[in-house]
T-cell receptor, first 115, second 112 residues
Framework: GAGVSQSPSNKVTEKGKDVELRCDPISGHTALYWYRQSLGQGLEFLIYFQGNSAPDKSGLPSDRFSAERTGGSVSTLTIQRTQQEDSAVYLC?????????????FGNGTRLTVT | KQEVTQIPAALSVPEGENLVLNCSFTDSAIYNLQWFRQDPGKGLTSLLLIQSSQREQTSGRLNASLDKSSGRSTLYIAASQPGDSATYLCAVMGPGNNRLAFGKGNQVVVIP
């Protein structure tokens, strides 16, 4: 069946530009997560959605980062005025429920390069 | 703050040998522990999820154990194959939040 889909797979942007990253979770999955993976670093939590609401956005590194989810499905992560330190792979994951026996399913990520 | 450590960071084994990957975490108050596999340029694939009340989970050649009180988990991969070459990530979910705290991974190379 279809997994988590992320687009674009690669994005190169100039410093100071805004970017939008898209995530299509598995159909029926109510929980959605955004993580960031930098070279040599572990995965860094950014934000969690349950349905359309974001009860935990404490991982967003600055107010340049925002995310929304509509229709309990697609999510968009927006980075305004990109900086070079924003360069990383942005991973989206979804799970069936918020219960603690639901594994996370990850997309292949968006590799963002800020020049 | 939960800290997850995976040792060794990288290892190589000959094909056919059993793989043993270790994960430790600092806060034993967890809801579950998950093991993932990541291939280069790809996302993470869920391998096993162990709930806090469980001691181990098995799937095929994979077996993961959990000792919550000592803050440790071990992933065993029996009779390793070149296709097992990947980075293996351990992650724990704690109370009061819905996020997973990840280790930095064990990068495995199985030599044919």
């Amino acid at each position: 069946g279809a997994g988590v889909s992320q687009s674009p797979s690669n994005k190169v942007t100039e410093k100071g530009k805004d970017v939008e990253l898209r995530c299509d979770p598995i159909s029926g999955h109510t929980a959605l997560y955004w993580y960031r993976q930098s070279l040599g670093q572990g995965l860094e939590f950014l934000i969690y959605f349950q349905g359309n609401s974001a009860p935990d956005k404490s991982g967003l590194p600055s107010d340049r980062f925002s995310a929304e989810r509509t229709g309990g499905s697609v999510s968009t992560l927006t980075i305004q005025r990109t900086q070079q330190e924003d360069s990383a792979v942005y991973l989206c994951a979804s799970s069936l429920t918020r219960q603690y026996n639901s594994p996370l399913h990850f997309g292949n990520g968006t590799r963002l390069t800020v020049t | 703050k939960q800290e997850v450590t995976q040792i060794p960071a990288a290892l190589s084994v000959p094909e056919g040998e059993n793989l043993v990957l270790n994960c430790s975490f600092t806060d034993s108050a967890i809801y579950n522990l998950q093991w993932f596999r990541q291939d280069p340029g790809k996302g993470l694939t869920s391998l096993l999820l162990i709930q806090s009340s469980q001691r181990e989970q098995t799937s095929g050649r994979l077996n993961a154990s959990l000792d919550k009180s000592s803050g440790r988990s071990t992933l065993y991969i029996a009779a390793s194959q070149p296709g097992d070459s990947a980075t293996y990530l351990c992650a724990v979910m704690g109370p009061g939040n819905n996020r997973l705290a990840f280790g930095k991974g064990n990068q495995v190379v199985v030599i044919p």
